[in-house]
Nanobody, 116 residues
């Protein structure tokens, strides 16, 4: 089992920055890739970014150039640095851990609200 806890969300003005954290515990050695997703009110959950165990990253077009995903293996923590935030980035942000041949794990989510 892997447990994930997100933190770092909050209320911020447009154009400002936030950094989200996702702390993993449990069977962390089994984690392969990790990712961030978000869900805005009335919308489906959407993928934001992914980072593999080796550090390869991918981003949704909507956040490319503004968000940076990273991972600290020693701390079992993943981060999402969000710069130049826009009101449309407002959502609950979730982290996900993928393990080969095992069920994925999700965190409980952290709210990010960007005011205009």
């Amino acid at each position: 089992q892997v447990q994930l806890v997100e933190s770092g969300g909050g209320l911020v003005q447009a154009g400002r920055s936030l950094r989200l954290s996702c702390a993993a515990s449990g069977s962390t050695s089994s984690i392969d890739s990790m990712g961030w997703y978000r869900q805005a009110p009335g919308k489906q959950r959407e993928w934001v970014a992914t980072i593999t165990r080796s550090g390869t990253t991918n981003y949704a077009d909507s956040v490319k150039g503004r968000f940076t995903i990273s991972r600290d293996h020693a701390k079992n923590t993943m981060y999402l640095q969000m710069n130049t935030l826009k009101p449309e980035d407002t959502a609950v942000y979730y982290c996900k851990a993928n393990r080969p041949f095992l069920p994925s794990s999700w965190g409980q989510g952290t709210q990010v609200t960007v005011s205009s």
